[in-house]
């Protein structure tokens, strides 16, 4: 079954003009689990145990396994035949796994439940067990629960649904002074170069979340203004706007052009001057764009197709396209957030042909017609796309690398470039 609708003009989000070619059909995506590979890395006293079955386990271990030099903070505890069929305690065998991981792995302070497909479909409750091992643990760990099924879902959700089953957790400020929380998993050095970056503004009282300790939880309250650094965190704004934070309207630190909106959308809320922030970035921006001339060449022209993955395709056509010349032939993405997408569709050429959600087979058409230069898509599709000539880059490779921030921008144009490049190789 599948359904495409032309949807509307994205007039509504204020002053783009985009034709939304909406689809409902086959899709071809990671699931949320892909996460804990980016997230354990980031928060280094938190643990993710995946309920889950082999499938789950064999995905997290090949996504991962090979950045492991020390004990992994990852696991899967494997939902077995017989639990399917409903001839085990499930809690009590969880809560067994639990306690010999806690044994065995003192410095754990955040132990995540993650949950998948198969218990979800045995309807596996698992935020009750995250609240009664809690309890069972009290003082030691903290146990949070989220999940990471595939079912109707994303790669990258599962970074979101991790981040919104912290917010809850996070204390509240002790009054309204207005301080910053830049929202999404950052690699660290992007986080200290942003830091620096906000320091140098003139904003000095600035969280991040996740943090890279379980204890070090910012508090929030009607103070905080929320600056995404991640497009897919959708749930996780709206339970910190539950909470009384202020979200900002910005365009996300990819490229010069998306860290100078950021940078400016934080100012703006803190009242600081965008001459203040324009002349404290003049260096970063000079080296980013010495950094990106070296990849002009290489890009100015080509031909650009995105598939939906990983909610990073508005962005980074937005930066391909303004910053490097690219043209864009067909933008796809799982899900449009219109108010956090706003800035972001503002900068898109309004002859950007746009698609939400995914019929893989329409779509898979239009991209073999198009016979683009570059497709951007899941792991999936990339291997019998090759065979058929076209060049590709896997977008999950976008998560696993620090690419946010003035000083990345070059590494972020060379993602583009080098299988460009490779196909050059190749042919000589
Ligand atoms: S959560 Fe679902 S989609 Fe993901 S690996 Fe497990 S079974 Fe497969």
Not at 36 to 60: M, N
């Amino acid at each position: 079954m599948s359904d495409t609708t032309l949807l509307d003009r994205a007039g509504k989000v204020g002053c783009s003009d985009h034709t939304i070619l909406k689809e409902r059909g086959q899709r071809e995506v990671f699931c949320g689990l892909t996460g804990i590979v980016w997230l354990h890395r980031k928060i280094q006293d938190a643990f993710f145990l995946v309920v889950g079955s082999r499938t789950c386990a064999h995905l997290i271990q090949s996504a991962a396994g090979v950045m492991i030099f020390a004990e992994p903070r990852f696991a899967t505890a494997i939902v077995e035949e017989r639990d399917l069929a409903g001839m085990a305690d499930l809690n009590d065998e969880l809560d067994r796994v639990v306690a010999r991981l806690l044994e065995r792995r003192p410095e754990i302070r955040l132990l995540f439940l993650v949950g998948s497909c198969p218990s979800e479909v045995i309807k596996l409750d698992l935020q009750r067990a995250a609240e009664r091992l809690s309890g069972q643990f009290q003082s030691r760990v903290r146990v949070l629960s989220y999940s990471g099924s595939g079912i109707e879902t994303t790669f990258t959700e599962g970074e979101d649904a991790c981040l919104a089953a912290l917010v809850p957790e996070l204390p509240q400020t002790a009054d309204d002074r207005p301080h910053l929380l830049v929202v999404g998993a950052l690699a660290d050095l992007v986080e200290d170069q942003f830091r620096r970056l906000f320091d140098d503004i003139g904003i000095a009282d600035v969280d991040f979340l996740p943090p890279r300790r379980s204890r070090d939880l910012p508090a929030i309250g009607s103070g905080t203004c929320v600056l995404l650094a991640q497009p897919f965190l959708t749930d996780t704004a709206r339970a910190l706007e539950r909470r009384g934070c202020t979200r900002l309207a910005a365009p996300f630190p990819l490229g010069i052009e998306g860290t100078s909106g950021w940078l400016r959308a934080a100012a703006e809320a803190f009242g600081i001057t965008l001459a203040t922030v324009d002349r404290a970035t003049a260096g970063p921006r000079a080296r980013a764009a010495q950094a990106l001339d070296r990849y002009r060449a290489d890009l100015e022209g080509k031909r650009v197709f995105f598939f939906p993955d990983s909610q990073l395709e508005i962005p980074l056509a937005r930066f391909l396209s303004r910053e490097l010349g690219v043209e864009l032939i067909e933008v796809a993405t799982p899900y449009l957030h219109r108010a956090h997408m706003a800035e972001e569709l503002a900068l898109l050429p309004s002859s950007t042909r746009l698609v939400e959600g995914q019929d893989v087979d329409r779509q898979l058409d239009r991209c073999t017609d198009a016979q683009p230069d570059l497709t951007v898509c899941g792991l999936g599709l990339a291997n019998p796309l090759e065979a058929l000539g076209l060049t590709t880059k896997w977008s999950i490779e976008l998560l696993f690398t620090p690419l946010q921030g003035f000083e990345q921008a070059g590494d972020l144009a060379e993602l583009f470039a080098r299988p460009l490049h490779r196909k050059t190789r190749l042919r000589v």
